[in-house]
T-cell receptor
Framework: GAVVSQHPSWVICKSGTSVKIECRSLDFQATTMFWYRQFPKQSLMLMATSNEGSKATYEQGVEKDKFLINHASLTLSTLTVTSAHPEDSSFYIC?????????????FGEGSWLTVV | KQEVTQIPAALSVPEGENLVLNCSFTDSAIYNLQWFRQDPGKGLTSLLLIQSSQREQTSGRLNASLDKSSGRSTLYIAASQPGDSATYLCAVSAGNQFYFGTGTSLTVIP
C-alpha cells in the first residue's frame, strides 16, 4: 500500500541552528502534503499545506520565514526549522494526499521528534 | 470549522477489561474518520479507517463505529492488555485536511 516516509525520526539540534525534515511519498504522487506539529498533551495542529510547485499555505500564527516548506517534486516535501529555539521542540508529522485514490485517503509519515537544546 | 473532541482525556483500566473511547465532531460532512495510536516518543500508527459510507470497521480486538448524523465515533477495545497503553487519537477528513482530536491517554494496569 501507499507509504509516506519521514526522516529523521529523531533529531537534536543546538539553539540557533537549522534542521530539515523530509517527507516522501514512496509509491504514489502527492500533489498536496501537509505539515503538522504537536506539543505535549495537545492535539496535532496543521502548520501548512504544501502544493507541488507552488508556495505553501501557512496557518494563522505559523511563521513562514521560520518554517520553510519546499515541495519541489510530487514525492518530496521538506520542512526546515530555521534558527531553532527550545520552544520549537515538538513532534512534527507530515501527511500526503493521493489524488488518484478514491476515498480521499491521506497517508501519514511516522513523525519526527525535534529537540532543540 | 470542524472541531473534534475526545472523551475521556485519560483513562485507566485493569487488564482484561473492555473499554470504549469516544470521539465527536461538529461537522458531519466528512469523507472518513481514522483512529490512530501514538506511543510516547513515537509516531502515529493508523489503527482503523472508516469511510463516510461505512458504519464500522474491525481489526483484531479493535472495533470502530461511525455515526455521521450524530457526529460520533467510538473505538472499542476488547480484553485490554498493558501493551494497549498509549494515546489514541481520532481524526476526521474533510476536504484535503484532517482535523484531530486531543486524544485519550489510556493506561492498562497489569
Amino acid at each position: 500500500g501507499a507509504v509516506v516516509s519521514q526522516h529523521p525520526s529523531w533529531v537534536i539540534c543546538k539553539s540557533g541552528t537549522s534542521v530539515k525534515i523530509e517527507c516522501r511519498s514512496l509509491d504514489f504522487q502527492a500533489t498536496t502534503m501537509f505539515w503538522y506539529r504537536q506539543f505535549p498533551k495537545q492535539s496535532l495542529m496543521l502548520m501548512a499545506t504544501s502544493n507541488e510547485g507552488s508556495k505553501a499555505t501557512y496557518e494563522q500564527g505559523v511563521e513562514k520565514d521560520k518554517f520553510l516548506i519546499n515541495h519541489a517534486s510530487l514525492t518530496l516535501s521538506t520542512l526546515t526549522v530555521t534558527s531553532a529555539h527550545p520552544e520549537d521542540s515538538s513532534f512534527y508529522i507530515c501527511s500526503a494526499w493521493d489524488s488518484l485514490l478514491s476515498g480521499n485517503t491521506i497517508y501519514f509519515g511516522e513523525g519526527s521528534w525535534l529537540t532543540v537544546v | 470549522k470542524q472541531e473534534v473532541t475526545q472523551i475521556p482525556a485519560a483513562l485507566s483500566v485493569p487488564e482484561g477489561e473492555n473499554l470504549v473511547l469516544n470521539c465527536s465532531f461538529t461537522d458531519s460532512a466528512i469523507y472518513n474518520l481514522q483512529w490512530f495510536r501514538q506511543d510516547p516518543g513515537k509516531g502515529l500508527t493508523s489503527l482503523l479507517l472508516i469511510q463516510s459510507s461505512q458504519r464500522e470497521q474491525t481489526s483484531g480486538r479493535l472495533n470502530a463505529s461511525l455515526d455521521k448524523s450524530s457526529g460520533r465515533s467510538t473505538l472499542y477495545i476488547a480484553a485490554s492488555q498493558p501493551g494497549d497503553s498509549a494515546t489514541y487519537l481520532c481524526a476526521v477528513s474533510a476536504g484535503n485536511q484532517f482535523y484531530f482530536g486531543t486524544g485519550t491517554s489510556l493506561t492498562v494496569i497489569p
